[in-house]
Structure formats: structure tokens, C-alpha cells
């Protein structure tokens, strides 16, 4: 988010180094840091919120969980998250599926670094489901809400652009196997968990690169002065 400081908006860019999901030991390790960093720079944290893009998004809504449930020091007034694979099982099986499809090199390529690392990290998802369940924001097929019912009281937002048209050509996966449906499934348990500030938003022709190639999983997607103002408000 370019320039959010003139906003009167402090930012922190942290490393977490495409993390797709965070132990117990880095929950207490990133909110000691966030913590120290703050006292440090003397930033307040009674208006502080957390939101990543894609992997980044899981660990912020791990984190921003972990924070209210531990009632930490700092307690996020909001979270947000951008096109970002919440549900790990899903995120298996898809990568799965895209191998056997072989469609695109690039999803081919990605979908075998995924499974191997899910497989070596956590396991197979219908051996160590239990891990997953612990490890992941949310899953879908049992509706595991462990990892987001401390949000319910707080401002989210999860940002994707869905566009049918250009899956279908480029990766052929249908509405099911992308990041928007795992964000719309996740928002829905929100809602029945009794959140009153969930949105879901869904863009159009947003997804747009810094290098101008047209790919709806862009930071690209999240408008500028909507998301400051839902920050300010």
C-alpha cells in the first residue's frame, strides 16, 4: 500500500518469508517482535491492523486470531486479506489437480513445490487432517473454525477477483478451485459465527501487474482509497 504514510497511516512490512500458515512458536515469536517494534518506534496500538496478500493473508488472519484469543497487548481493529488460500486442504487437492490437468507450466510447476512441501511439512491432508485443522485458517470440509472465531468482532475484509473467464483460459479451473471461493467460504463461517463486520468483495477488471500483464491475483485488486477508508473510520 504505496504511500500510506502521508495518510497519517504507519507502516510495518514484515518478512515471513511466504509462510503459508504459522506454529504456536511463531505466534509468539512475531507478536513478541510486532510488540518490541512498536514500544521501540513509540507507535500506539490501540488502531492497528493487520492484512497480507496471498500467503500473506493466511498469516494475518493466524496472527491477528492468535493475538485476540491471547487477549496480547495489541488487539487488531481490523483484518484483511487478499486472494489468499485459506483452506491448506483445498490448496493440496487443487495443486493436485492441476498437476494431473497439466494445462499451464507454471500452475504444473507451482502445484508440484506445493505438494511436496505440504506433504514433507504437514502430511498427507487425508492422513493428517488433524494438523491441518491446527495449521490452516480455515477448512471447508469440516468447518474448522478454530483458527477464526476470535474475528468475529473485528472489521475483515477478503478481497478477490474471481475472473472466470481468464481461469478457464489460462489455468482451466473452474469457480471451486480458486482462492475466492476458500475466502467465500471462510466469510460465510464468519457470518454464522455471528460477525457483524465481515465483507466479501468480489472486483472486476482490477487485475492488473506492476508490469502491466493481466492476472487477477494482484495486489492490484484492492482499491486504494476504499481500503483507507475503511481504516479511518
Known amino acids: 500500500m504505496k504511500?500510506?504514510?502521508k495518510e497519517g497511516i504507519t507502516t510495518l512490512l514484515l518478512?515471513?518469508?511466504?509462510?503459508?500458515?504459522?506454529?504456536?512458536?511463531?505466534k509468539v515469536e512475531y507478536s513478541k517482535a510486532i510488540n518490541s517494534i512498536l514500544n521501540k518506534n513509540e507507535v500506539k496500538n490501540e488502531n492497528v491492523f493487520i492484512g497480507g496478500f496471498s500467503s500473506g493473508g493466511n498469516v494475518s488472519v493466524l496472527l491477528a486470531n492468535y493475538l485476540l484469543k491471547t487477549k496480547n497487548t495489541i488487539?487488531?481493529?481490523g483484518l484483511f486479506a487478499v486472494d489468499s488460500p485459506l483452506d491448506l486442504e483445498e490448496l493440496y487437492n487443487d495443486a493436485k489437480s492441476d498437476i494431473k490437468k497439466n494445462i499451464d507450466k507454471?500452475?504444473?510447476?507451482?502445484?508440484?513445490?506445493l505438494v511436496e512441501m505440504l506433504?514433507?511439512?504437514?502430511?498427507?491432508?487425508?492422513?493428517?487432517?488433524?494438523?491441518?485443522?491446527?495449521?490452516?485458517?480455515?477448512i471447508i470440509s469440516s468447518n474448522s473454525t478454530t483458527n477464526i472465531k476470535y474475528l468475529k468482532n473485528i472489521k475483515v475484509r477478503f478481497y478477490c477477483e474471481p475472473d472466470l473467464e481468464w481461469q478457464m483460459k489460462n489455468k482451466n479451473r473452474k469457480y471451486e478451485e480458486l482462492n475466492a471461493y476458500?475466502?467465500?467460504k471462510t466469510y460465510n463461517s464468519l457470518i454464522s459465527l455471528g460477525s457483524k463486520k465481515a465483507e466479501f468483495i468480489k472486483t472486476k477488471n482490477r487485475g492488473i501487474r506492476a508490469n502491466g500483464e493481466k492476472h487477477p491475483h494482484s495486489w492490484n485488486i484492492?482499491?486504494?482509497?476504499s481500503l483507507l477508508k475503511w481504516i479511518n473510520e
Open 15 to 26: 518478512n515471513y518469508n511466504h509462510k503459508l500458515y504459522l506454529t504456536e512458536s511463531d
Open 3 to 5: 504511500d500510506f504514510e
Open 106 to 113: 507454471d500452475a504444473v510447476e507451482e502445484g508440484k513445490f
Open 222 to 225: 484492492v482499491e486504494r482509497e
Open 182 to 184: 476458500k475466502l467465500e
Open 75 to 77: 488487539q487488531p481493529k
Open 119 to 138: 506433504e514433507r511439512e504437514i502430511g498427507k491432508p487425508e492422513i493428517e487432517i488433524e494438523k491441518y485443522k491446527i495449521l490452516s485458517p480455515y
